[in-house]
């Protein structure tokens, strides 16, 4: 169980080991090192998603370790509080940054080993604090940088705790 103690309030998540299990260790290991304390929500778009893992706050990107294989074909699907692996259009290319699912985004699932196909790997699901997620929907966003959906006020995770 990881608990994410963010400015809105407390997100508590389950890894799932059993389907995406190099995933589910590669998240763990970046809360267990606290890569995510200090970091931000920084794209978040009402009814689709809320995404955090690699902005510190003010916007500054942070290093990250090796990029991991992509386990979006474990059969779990992008439904309302899972959690996925956030990615560039290359498949294999995530490594810290997630994102919440705030809807049931179906057209990220895998349906196929190719570029067009991939999909977005879930690896676990909110568990407690679903209403502190839905909360990040209702700030205020705009651009900063290159960034769109930024929220002007910044949600931060202030303390990750691995139980």
């Known amino acids: 169980m990881i608990t994410?103690?963010?400015t809105l309030g407390d997100?508590?998540?389950?890894l799932d080991f059993d389907n995406a299990p190099v995933t589910a260790k590669n998240f763990q290991q970046y809360a267990e090192d606290g890569f995510f304390n200090g970091t931000i929500f920084h794209r978040v778009i009402k009814g689709f998603m809320a995404q955090g893992?690699?902005?510190?706050?003010?916007?500054g990107e942070k290093d990250t370790r090796a990029s991991i294989e992509n386990e979006a074909?474990?059969?779990?699907?992008n439904a309302r509080g899972t959690l996925a692996m956030a990615r560039t259009q290359d498949p294999h290319s995530a490594s810290a940054q997630f994102f919440i699912n705030?809807?049931?985004?179906?057209f990220l699932n895998f349906k196929s080993e190719d570029v067009q196909g991939w999909g977005?790997?879930?690896f676990g699901k909110v568990v407690e604090g679903m209403d502190v997620v839905d909360k990040m929907t209702l700030v205020d966003t705009g651009r900063m940088g290159f960034h769109d959906d930024v929220p002007k006020e910044e949600i931060l995770i202030e303390e990750t705790i691995v139980a």
């Open 102 to 106: 705030l809807a049931d985004n179906d």
């Open 4 to 6: 994410f103690k963010t």
């Open 11 to 14: 997100i508590q998540i389950e």
């Open 73 to 77: 074909n474990n059969g779990l699907t």
């Open 120 to 122: 977005y790997c879930v």
């Open 53 to 59: 893992g690699g902005f510190a706050s003010g916007m």
